[in-house]
């Protein structure tokens, strides 16, 4: 038990140690900067929808023949669906867009800001929280060489965003310790959510591949609806393009190499 709490926690220290940035660095991150840490994150998470979840889910179906993939097509649609459902009910704004998303608050710029950061790390805390709840349950295909992969390629792609929060705030006008503790708040779903996902696959074991692909599924919405518009925003963007490339295969070796 004490490597899954300590499994839940990589992923947060990530945030919390990007978001650390805030102390070090003068000014805001630079646009390039800001679009390769982005593809970089979107990479990562591609990768580990793939190999640490779609995979895994589709091979714990084996038994069902040529259906093997419909947990994971459930799992998949039901994911995207429950991001869908949050993208339209959680006001939230995004770093580089103007206009607030969801319904309308009288939120103040900065705690949308936090919230759309928040949005996009429950998912990721659900993938990690499932990884190890089939660890738990010793459900097969699961290693705990995987699952930590899984973690730390979070946890990676976690840093830059911890930054790139944590510094736009200060650069508005917040304090340094401000502006760091909330980089730190939109990270703390991550180990809320994976612990509550290890529980409800604690009880329900058979549900596990659907569990998997609906992580993958919520992840990848974020990837296709938030990190990809970013990191190809104006001009060069193959910078952002690159990124992708480095996050992806660094998070395909994880999973391989430790799995």
Known sequence: MKNIIMGLLIPFIGTSAGAACVFFLKNDLKLGVQRALTGFAAGVMVAASIWSLIVPAIEQSSSMGQLAFLPAFIGFWLGILFLLLLDHVIPHLHRSIDQAEGPKSHLTRTAMMVLAVTLHNIPEGMAVGVVF???????????AGGALALALGIAIQNFPEGAIISMPLYTE??????????GVLSGAVEPIFGALTVMIAGFVVPAMPYLLSFAAGAMLYVVVEELIPEMSAGEHSNIGVVSFAIGFSLM????????
């Open 133 to 143: 709840a089939g660890l738990l349950s010793g459900s097969g295909n699961i290693t």
């Open 252 to 259: 395909m070796a994880l999973d391989v190499a430790l799995g």
């Open 173 to 182: 006008g917040k304090s340094k310790p401000r502006s760091f503790w909330l």
